[in-house]
Nanobody, 118 residues
Framework: QVQLVESGGGLVQAGGSLRLSCAASGSIFSINVMGWYRQAPGKQRELVAWITRGGRLNYVDSVKDRFTISRDNAKNTVALQMNSLKPEDTAVYYC????????????WGQGTQVTVSS
């Protein structure tokens, strides 16, 4: 089993920045990919960004050039730096991890609220 604990999030005005962090513990040898999903009220959960142990990464188009995902393999952490935030970024953000991209939804954090006011 893998445990994911998130920190960060909160309330920010449009144009502001927030940083989310996620620490993994447990059977971390089974994790290759870590990432962040988000779910806004009334919408489906969306994969925002992911990164592999080797550093391959990708973003959903709506956050490219604004969000940056990073990973510290030694500390088993992943972070999401969110800049130029927009009201449409408001959602609960979830850290996720898995052995592959297809299995990224194997393990979940508890979720952290990000609210961007206009």
């Amino acid at each position: 089993q893998v445990q994911l604990v998130e920190s960060g999030g909160g309330l920010v005005q449009a144009g502001g920045s927030l940083r989310l962090s996620c620490a993994a513990s447990g059977s971390i040898f089974s994790i290759n990919v870590m990432g962040w999903y988000r779910q806004a009220p009334g919408k489906q959960r969306e994969l925002v960004a992911w990164i592999t142990r080797g550093g391959r990464l990708n973003y959903v188009d709506s956050v490219k050039d604004r969000f940056t995902i990073s990973r510290d393999n030694a500390k088993n952490t992943v972070a999401l730096q969110m800049n130029s935030l927009k009201p449409e970024d408001t959602a609960v953000y979830y850290c996720a991890a898995g052995i592959s991209l297809i299995r990224l939804d194997s393990y979940w954090g508890q979720g952290t609220q990000v609210t961007v006011s206009s």
